[in-house]
């Protein structure tokens, strides 16, 4: 069974939830492309930090869900500069397992790979059914701002992280995904 993040519930709301997740860790890695391209692109290269592709090459336990957000930070320059003359950036996160700490997770190979303590945070949270792809999620955000907007006790504190998950091969009309908002108690 794949571990999956933990988080308690502070609020429940029709359709809709207000979650508490405790600090945890991310591999991450920062890929450019469309939004529906950069999952699959990221995916391999995080699949292959915790297949063993690591220091010690050591096998970390596959957790879900896979998140993915747009990205909010530039990256330093590097080279060669290669040219895409098209998509964004957007940053796709595997959560690790709970019993890893920054001293105890395999260092990854690949540069590309980050691994980053999360602080603890609070979000809004929308979950649905079907096919994960930017129409859908974007859909899903879009209710979940008018639901956040009708509680005059949230504030947005940051960007939306989009969750997927279940595997390609599970039927569409089956996965579960979630679109989430950083949010914060009015006047907190």
């Known amino acids: 069974m794949t571990e999956q993040q933990k988080y308690d519930v502070v609020a429940g709301h029709d359709g809709w939830e207000v979650r508490r997740y405790p600090a945890h860790l991310v591999a991450e890695v ?10 699959n692109r990221a995916f391999r290269m995080l699949a292959a930090f915790i297949f063993g592709d690591n220091v010690g090459k050591q096998k970390v336990a596959m957790t879900a869900p896979v998140v993915q957000k747009p990205s909010p930070e530039k990256i330093a ?3 060669p500069v290669l040219h895409e003359s098209s998509g964004q950036e957007h940053v796709v996160s595997f959560v690790m397992p709970a019993e890893y700490t920054m001293d105890t997770l395999p260092e990854p190979t690949d540069v590309n790979v980050r691994i980053r303590e999360v602080a603890e945070d609070m979000a809004a949270v929308r979950q649905f059914s079907g096919r994960s792809t930017e129409a859908k999620f974007a859909e899903q955000l879009a209710g979940l701002m008018v639901r956040i907007g009708e509680q005059s006790t949230l504030e947005v504190t ?3 992280r989009y969750a997927r998950f279940d595997p390609p091969w599970k039927p569409w009309f089956l996965r579960r995904n979630e679109v989430l908002i950083p949010v914060a108690t009015a006047g907190d």
């Open 77 to 79: 320059m590097t080279a």
């Open 30 to 39: 920062t890929v450019h492309g469309s939004f529906d391209d950069a999952v």
């Open 158 to 160: 940051g960007s939306p």
